[in-house]
């Protein structure tokens, strides 16, 4: 009698509400907006009260290692992985990740470019940008006009050191310039590949022997470790991206070359001392203007290990989506928007009215060409990488030696002479050669 009367209460229970939401994990790096992303989390699930988020948030060099350990083992730990365009063509090959089949309201063709292009393999796209990125200088206007200091849209390097002597006060906690000094394939090593490629340098000739030795890779070097110890501030070798942010904002730095985001934010009075003091040109040139500032995407992607993939799909729709865009200008204002995606964005007045940097972004962002990124050939895709999977140890090991040169443990020449070992190691053992 009791288990009869029970019954119509369970049958109950079990029709109220959404019975089992699924809980999608999501990998994702600790930049600004992606934060803000996750910030926005109430509008999606709202959307969709089936799906809930799980956010696993980590430093650049973390995540990179996190999330090509879980695909590479088939771990299955995420359901949504924020990766970029050196892993996406060389995933989506191996067939580690899912086609992204967005529907028509999506509008793919709206993508930039070299957006698409970047993140797809045979036509097919395997990761959606989230936002995309070149790089350029940044600099600090009153410093560079008290100076008497006029940069042309594309400075040469000797002028950006020039200015970094005039401009460095570091008596009232000024620095010259702040570059990038952290190891890391996508950290240091992102930053200086340009320069070596603008002093006529490359990774690799055309039988994919490592050139780390040559002329064009020490003279950059040379250049880079003299620029930063004499006018970039104090443990240089430690700074990444977020790390130059926060002295950027502070006013404590008198130029910056780094990627084109980092505008959105050191142009914020919200968090920028210096906000109405920024302007910008392209990144600098030496022996030639080919590979002198990067390309890349943050893009949002789903491993094939994933058990959900509608609702993973479900969620990159929402995240890079046009209506996104319009979300965050909505809650943040327009020049707080992710840039570099979409062509609408930059055709958009409210958003080029907001963002005093928009043009020279995209001028950046488009002069970037991936397939042709070096003065002499090379066998490789890429501007800032090369898009083979070696490159990743290569890199780590690589920006390592450099690293410790800026710290000044150990000569320019000598770090050069590990790292060509090191990548002489890595290629034989890919039998690129013997």
Same mark, same amino acid.
């Given at each position: 009698?009791?288990?009869?009367?029970?019954? $119509?209460?369970?049958?109950?229970?079990?029709?109220?509400?959404?019975?089992?939401?699924?809980?999608?994990?999501?990998?994702?790096?600790?930049?600004?907006?992606?934060?803000?992303?996750?910030?926005?989390? &109430?509008?999606?699930?709202?959307?969709?009260?089936?799906?809930?988020?799980?956010?696993?948030?980590?430093?650049?060099? =973390?995540?990179?290692?996190?999330? =090509?350990?879980?695909?590479?083992?088939?771990? +299955?730990?995420?359901?949504?992985?924020?990766?970029?365009? %050196?892993?996406?063509? #060389?995933?989506?090959?191996?067939?580690?990740?899912?086609?992204?089949?967005?529907?028509?309201?999506?509008?793919?063709?709206?993508?930039?470019?070299?957006?698409?292009?970047?993140?797809?393999?045979? +036509?097919?796209?395997?990761?959606?940008?989230? %936002?995309?990125? /070149?790089?350029?200088?940044?600099?600090?206007?009153?410093?560079?006009?008290?100076?008497? #200091?006029?940069?042309?849209?594309? $400075?040469?390097?000797?002028?950006?050191?020039?200015?970094?002597?005039?401009?460095?006060?570091?008596? /009232?906690?000024? %620095?010259?310039?702040?570059?990038?000094?952290?190891?890391?394939?996508?950290?240091?090593?992102?930053?200086?590949?340009?320069?070596?490629?603008?002093?006529?340098?490359? !990774?690799?000739?055309?039988?994919?022997? &490592?050139?780390?030795?040559?002329?064009? !890779?020490?003279?950059?070097?040379?250049?880079?470790?003299?620029?930063? =110890?004499?006018? +970039?501030?104090? +443990?240089?070798?430690?700074? /990444?991206?977020?790390?130059?942010?926060?002295?950027?904002?502070?006013? @404590?730095?008198?130029?910056?070359?780094?990627?084109?985001?980092?505008?959105?934010?050191?142009?914020?009075?919200?968090?920028? @001392?210096?906000?109405?003091?920024?302007?910008?040109?392209?990144? $600098?040139?030496?022996?030639?203007?080919?590979?002198?500032?990067?390309?890349?995407? !943050?893009?949002?992607?789903?491993?094939?290990?994933?058990?959900?993939?509608?609702?993973?799909?479900?969620?990159?729709?929402?995240?890079?989506?046009?209506?996104?865009?319009?979300?965050?200008?909505?809650?943040?204002?327009?020049?707080?928007?992710?840039?570099? =995606?979409?062509?609408?964005?930059?055709?958009?007045?409210?958003?080029?009215?907001?963002?005093?940097?928009?043009?020279?972004?995209?001028?950046? #962002?488009?002069?970037?060409? $991936?397939?042709?990124?070096?003065? *002499?050939? /090379?066998?490789?895709?890429?501007?800032?990488?090369?898009?083979? *999977?070696?490159?990743?140890?290569?890199?780590?090991?690589?920006?390592?030696?450099?690293?410790?040169?800026?710290?000044? @443990?150990?000569?320019?020449?000598?770090?050069?002479?590990?790292?060509?070992?090191?990548?002489?190691?890595?290629?034989? @053992?890919?039998?690129? %050669?013997?």
């Amino acid at each position: 009698m009791k288990l009869k009367a029970a019954l $119509p209460m369970l049958a109950g229970l079990c029709l109220a509400g959404p019975a089992f939401a699924v809980d999608l994990v999501i990998a994702t790096v600790n930049n600004g907006h992606m934060i803000e992303m996750q910030k926005l989390t &109430p509008h999606f699930e709202k959307a969709h009260p089936d799906i809930k988020l799980k956010w696993v948030t980590l430093e650049e060099g =973390t995540l990179r290692s996190r999330v =090509t350990t879980d695909i590479a083992t088939k771990g +299955g730990q995420f359901d949504v992985m924020t990766i970029g365009m %050196y892993e996406t063509p #060389i995933w989506g090959k191996k067939g580690w990740l899912k086609e992204l089949k967005p529907d028509a309201s999506y509008d793919v063709d709206d993508l930039l470019p070299a957006m698409r292009n970047g993140l797809s393999v045979d +036509g097919k796209l395997y990761a959606a940008p989230f %936002y995309g990125e /070149s790089s350029m200088l940044m600099y600090r206007k009153d410093l560079t006009d008290k100076a008497g #200091i006029k940069f042309a849209e594309r $400075p040469t390097w000797e002028q950006v050191r020039d200015a970094a002597a005039k401009i460095h006060d570091p008596k /009232s906690g000024v %620095y010259g310039i702040c570059l990038r000094g952290k190891p890391g394939w996508g950290d240091n090593m992102a930053f200086i590949t340009t320069m070596v490629n603008s002093f006529g340098g490359q !990774w690799f000739d055309m039988s994919w022997k &490592p050139q780390l030795e040559s002329k064009p !890779w020490k003279d950059a070097i040379k250049f880079y470790v003299e620029l930063l =110890t004499k006018y +970039g501030p104090p +443990g240089s070798s430690a700074n /990444s991206f977020n790390e130059i942010l926060a002295l950027y904002n502070e006013g @404590k730095c008198g130029m910056w070359i780094d990627a084109t985001i980092a505008t959105s934010f050191i142009t914020d009075p919200k968090q920028s @001392k210096v906000a109405d003091k920024v302007a910008f040109a392209q990144g $600098p040139t030496m022996a030639t203007d080919k590979g002198a500032n990067w390309l890349w995407a !943050w893009a949002l992607a789903i491993p094939a290990g994933t058990k959900h993939t509608a609702e993973a799909q479900k969620f990159i729709t929402w995240a890079t989506s046009k209506d996104y865009v319009n979300l965050v200008a909505k809650e943040k204002g327009w020049a707080a928007v992710p840039t570099g =995606t979409r062509k609408s964005t930059y055709a958009n007045p409210e958003f080029l009215k907001a963002a005093v940097f928009a043009e020279a972004e995209k001028k950046a #962002i488009d002069s970037a060409n $991936p397939n042709d990124s070096t003065l *002499p050939k /090379s066998p490789y895709v890429g501007v800032q990488f090369a898009a083979i *999977p070696e490159f990743q140890a290569i890199g780590i090991a690589v920006g390592q030696q450099m690293s410790a040169a800026l710290a000044g @443990k150990v000569s320019v020449d000598q770090a050069l002479k590990t790292a060509q070992v090191a990548a002489d190691r890595e290629m034989r @053992k890919g039998g690129y %050669y013997k």
